[in-house]
């Protein structure tokens, strides 16, 4: 069982910037990890991941804002977003794909305009 705890969501101005990080209780037989995130009356959808090889894949909607990256001394994975834009704003979840699927609760990113 991998327990994953996120931190650094907020309430911050459109063109702003925060910082994700998930922690995790161990990243052993963890293949990725990566952050999703859920807006009100949609669906929950993949914002960024990366790979324990470092690979990385983005959302359409964040490439060239958003950056995700790893420290696996530490067992956690981080995403930069920059230029946020009120249509960011979500509770962010983090991931960590092994044999199963395991998820954080979340964190709420607010961008005001």
């Known amino acids: 069982q991998v327990q994953l705890v996120e931190s650094g969501g907020g309430l911050v101005q459109a063109g702003g910037s925060l910082r994700l990080s998930c922690a995790a209780s161990?990243?052993?037989?963890?293949?990725?990890m990566g952050w999703y995130r859920q807006a009100p009356g949609k669906q929950r959808e993949l914002v960024a991941s990366i790979t324990s090889g470092g690979s990385t894949k983005y959302a359409d909607s964040v490439k060239g804002r958003f950056t995700i990256s790893r420290d696996n001394a530490k067992n956690t994975v981080y995403v930069q977003m920059n230029s946020l834009k009120p249509e960011d704003t979500a509770v962010y979840y983090c991931?960590?794909?092994?044999?199963?699927?395991?998820w954080g609760k979340g964190t709420l990113v607010t961008v005001s305009s």
């Open positions: 161990s990243i052993f037989s963890i293949n990725a």
């Open positions: 991931n960590a794909r092994g044999r199963e699927d395991y």
